[in-house]
T-cell receptor, first 112, second 112 residues
Framework: GNSVTQMEGPVTLSEEAFLTINCTYT??????LFWYVQYPGEGLQLLLK?????DKGSNKGFEATYRKETTSFHLEKGSVQVSDSAVYFC???????????FGAGTTVTVRA | SQTIHQWPATLVQPVGSPLSLECTVE??????LYWYRQAAGRGLQLLFY??????ISSEVPQNLSASRPQDRQFILSSKKLLLSDSGFYLC???????????FGPGTRLLVL
């Protein structure tokens, strides 16, 4: 079956620090990969996505590269801000399925 | 542009009472619709999805049910709530054949 494994949080950083959130996946087909972000008290927003191997998704200074050889989609940002404090979810949608499979989420807190 | 609405935003209900959460999508036709639950400190679990009016697929056995009486309306219901039904309920939509799902603002349910 499909599954997504994220690094456990919580993660606490200072402003302008480098952020990495690891995500690895297992899929039976050819999945598309996503990062969603959930700000406090809100629903999920799509942050970025990649639909095939070696694609790089990017948005708001965040990047993630679809690595088929390591089945990974790690999220990175070079310089975080307090406003980046949120829960980040890695997800996949297999090519033969409707559903999104989510990781457990990683809580990130950025301190001024 | 497309928008997705959920209501109520917050709900406190006693154990054994009924439940009805509503989700509507604007600006698109024939969307796929999804209900997810996010328990406290955990990831998202897909509960139901629908590819058309009256077509509901259930992902997990539970005392919840879903209905789709209109193309852009998705309702989550229960006849008798359990304590374990507490959580954050998210509705999402996607276009047919497109991987990305877009989420509503969510309903926070507390069963006492």
């Amino acid at each position: 079956g499909n599954s997504v494994t994220q690094m456990e949080g919580p993660v606490t950083l200072s402003e302008e620090a480098f952020l990495t959130i690891n995500c690895t996946y297992t899929a039976t087909g050819y999945p598309s990969l996503f990062w969603y972000v959930q700000y406090p008290g809100e629903g999920l927003q799509l942050l970025l996505k990649a639909t095939k191997a070696d694609d790089k998704g990017s948005n708001k200074g965040f990047e993630a590269t679809y690595r088929k050889e390591t089945t990974s989609f790690h999220l990175e940002k070079g310089s975080v801000q307090v406003s980046d404090s949120a829960v980040y979810f890695c997800a996949l949608r297999d090519s033969n399925d409707y559903k999104l499979s989510f990781g457990a989420g990683t809580t990130v807190t950025v301190r001024a | 542009s497309q928008t997705i609405h959920q209501w109520p935003a917050t709900l406190v209900q006693p154990v054994g009472s009924p439940l009805s959460l509503e989700c509507t999508v604007e600006g698109t036709s024939n969307p796929n619709l999804y209900w997810y639950r996010q328990a406290a400190g955990r990831g998202l679990q897909l509960l139901f999805y629908s590819v058309g009016i009256g077509q509901i697929s259930s992902e997990v056995p539970q005392n919840l049910s879903a209905s789709r009486p209109q193309d852009r309306q998705f309702i989550l219901s229960s006849k008798k709530l359990l304590l374990s039904d507490s959580g954050f309920y998210l509705c999402a939509w996607s276009l047919r054949g497109v991987e990305t799902q877009y989420f509503g603002p969510g309903t926070r349910l507390l069963v006492l």
